[in-house]
Each structure stands twice: as C-alpha cells, then as structure tokens.
Nanobody, 126 residues
C-alpha cells in the first residue's frame, strides 16, 4: 500500500495561516478522493476537507468552512490544505488519505480511507 506524506505543520498564533502539503503519488489517477483529517489528543480522527479528483468537488466540515481550502497541483502530485484564520481549537495532528468514491461522493468515514502517513502537527496558540 502506498503511504502518503504530509508536511507543512507548525506553531502559529491564532488568526494566522498555514499551508499543509500531501504528496499523493500512487493516488493521482482520476477515481480517487483525497481528504484531510485531523486528530486532537483524546479525540477521534475526523475529516475536515475532501476533494474529488474526478470532478473537483470539495466538501468541508462546518467548523472550517470559509477558512480552509483543499486543492491539488496535479503536476506535482500534491494536495494542499490552506488554513487561514486559525483558531486554538484547530490544534491537532493533520493527516491526508485517499479513498474511492461511494455512489459518486467522497466518503467521510476514516475507515473508507487508506494510505495514512505520519501526520503533521498543527498548534495554534492564543
């Protein structure tokens, strides 16, 4: 199984920005969804954003809508998560993963995804 590699995390003051990168070699063909998940200590890993490589559709969890943007640079086999106006509650380890769509839509459950990397830590301080 191909594992993805996340990078770009760091420590930032509330209101700041970070851009996470995920090299997705092995899942670049159309037919996949690419998603970013995050996991804070003591919490379940949860999806925050997904991108359908078939048609470019995106979806976001309500708490990040208007602040986070998922995008792809297909030439570089990279998926990005641009995070603006960061809040302390965004603090978590962020992971990217790949999945095949279910009935044409990107799944939201972590159990449908594969290729998990080591993650990248994002810390937002007030």
């Amino acid at each position: 199984q191909v594992h993805l590699a996340e990078s770009g995390g760091g420590s930032v003051q509330a209101g700041g920005s970070l851009r996470l990168s995920c090299t997705n070699a092995g899942y670049t063909n159309r037919g996949y969804c690419m998603a970013w998940f995050r996991q804070a200590p003591g919490e379940e890993r949860a999806e925050v954003a997904a991108l359908d490589l078939n048609d470019g559709r995106t979806l976001y969890v309500d708490s990040v809508k208007g602040r986070f943007t998922i995008s792809q640079d297909s030439a570089k086999n990279t998926v990005f998560l641009q995070m603006n106006n960061l809040r302390p509650e965004d603090t978590a380890v962020y992971y990217c993963a790949a999945a095949t769509p279910i009935k044409g839509d990107c799944p939201t459950s972590k159990y449908q995804y594969k290729g998990w990397g080591q993650g990248t830590q994002v810390t937002v301080y007030s």
